[in-house]
């Protein structure tokens, strides 16, 4: 199972970025997939998830409203809008997933793959 996220970049406050998660090695159709985030000097924090089966989405209250997770499952690519960025958004973002036919867990819930991060920085 290998996850590769990328579409980050530089961006001032208020602009968007779209990110993409693209599954290699393995067919996303049964995996819930979520994003996580890092940002310097802090921890690590899970900001939204979407089902395999009912595609029913959660997002971290700081970026409900401005962030959207979506997926497409014949391209095997989980996909992370951004609108309105601040720059407390600035961080290294992740995608994850675990088991297959395991819905959203809580976005505190513990991953078993990890993809390489792709970085997001918002300057004011």
């Known amino acids: 199972v290998q996850l590769q996220a990328s579409g980050g970049g530089s961006v001032q406050t208020g602009g968007s970025l779209r990110l993409s998660c693209v599954a290699s090695g393995f067919t996303l159709d049964y995996y819930a997939i979520y994003w996580f985030r890092q940002a310097p000097g802090k921890e690590r924090e899970g900001i939204s998830c979407?089902?395999?089966?009912?595609?029913?989405?959660y997002y971290k209250d700081s970026v409900k409203g401005r962030f959207t997770i979506s997926r497409d499952n014949p391209k095997d690519t989980v996909y992370l809008e951004m609108n309105d960025l601040k720059p407390e958004d600035t961080a290294v973002y992740y995608c994850?997933?675990?088991?297959?036919?395991?819905?959203?867990?809580?976005?505190?819930?513990?991953?078993?793959?990890w993809g390489k991060g792709t970085l997001v920085t918002v300057s004011s």
């Open positions: 994850a997933t675990d088991h297959p036919y395991d819905e959203c867990k809580g976005l505190d819930h513990e991953m078993s793959y």
């Open positions: 979407i089902n395999y089966s009912d595609i029913r989405t």
